[in-house]
């Protein structure tokens, strides 16, 4: 007499035995494809964590040449990059501290961390938080002089809040050019900040009066302080260019750069 199969087969048996498209194998091939996809994402993020830091830095040093009107198709980035000096500075005292290591510190992680950042009441550049020390980055000229000084700066705008940098020649009150490397403001609109046309209208204007009033202004209209202290507004995207008005003025100012500016202007650099 033949062997009859067991009364009570295995689990593993009674799931290999149902039919192809029945929902307990169907859940089984999805959730072992998820499974093993999670696992190749996970690895090639491991392995390319290194490379995207590399393009990441890359990235920050063509936007602080550019700013600097260094950046030309083909500059070597490494070689032109390593013309600047960068120094931390401690916004309250507007003086270069050596507690931190300018190649290593990572001014957006400073402005998460209690220790190193204060929160924000008045707010108008919409940041929540302000770090207390950030990364500046000097150029010296062949004789060893200031040339310029590239500033980190951020803010909200309509959708999204703006990274960029703002160069400043070495008056410590003329801007050479601004940059803003991210954002999410609307294409064709908002999006216009990185319009070379419009970031050309920075060139030459001045970020305070005679009197160290603080004049920049970015409007529809001249302000009263004069052409030299203005610049247009997006067409069609008000709350950006108030939003770039808003983080410009703030930086600039006694709780930004202020400070630092000053003792530029002092000669205490």
């Known amino acids: 007499m033949a062997d009859s199969p067991p009364e009570n087969p295995g689990f593993l048996r009674r799931f290999w035995a149902l039919p192809t498209d029945s929902v307990p194998k169907t859940l089984f091939v999805a959730i072992a494809l998820c499974l ?31 700013v600097a009107g260094l950046y030309q198709p083909g ?29 290593s510190f990572d001014d957006r992680a400073a402005a998460d961390d209690p220790e190193l950042s204060q ?32 500033l980190p700066i951020y803010g909200y705008g309509l959708w999204s809040t703006l990274y960029g940098y703002i160069a400043v020649e070495e008056d410590a009150n003329t801007i050479f050019g601004l940059q803003f490397y991210e954002h999410a403001e609307t294409p064709g609109l908002g999006a216009e900040v990185d319009n070379p046309r419009w970031k050309a209208l920075w060139r030459d204007k001045k970020l305070a009066d005679d009197s160290g009033e603080l004049q920049i202004t970015v409007a529809k209209s001249v302000p009263p302080a004069g052409p030299e202290y203005h610049v247009d507004a997006l067409s069609g995207a008000t709350l950006t260019s108030r939003g770039v008005d808003n983080l410009v003025r703030f930086w600039m100012g006694e709780r930004g750069y202020g400070p630092f500016l000053n003792n530029l202007k002092a000669g205490d650099i």
């Open 36 to 66: 093993f996809a999670s696992m190749i994402v996970s690895a090639a993020a491991v392995a390319l964590r290194p490379q995207q830091a590399e393009n990441r830095l890359r990235d920050k040093q063509v936007n602080i040449l550019q």
């Open 119 to 150: 929160p924000l009441t008045d707010d108008p550049a919409g940041i929540g938080r302000q770090s207390k020390f950030v990364t500046v980055y000097l150029l010296r000229d062949d004789a060893g002089g200031l040339d310029k000084v590239i």
């Open 75 to 103: 500059t070597d980035i490494g070689e032109a990059f390593a013309a600047f000096e960068p120094q931390v500075l401690e916004l309250a005292t507007g003086r270069f501290t050596d507690r931190f290591d300018p190649a």
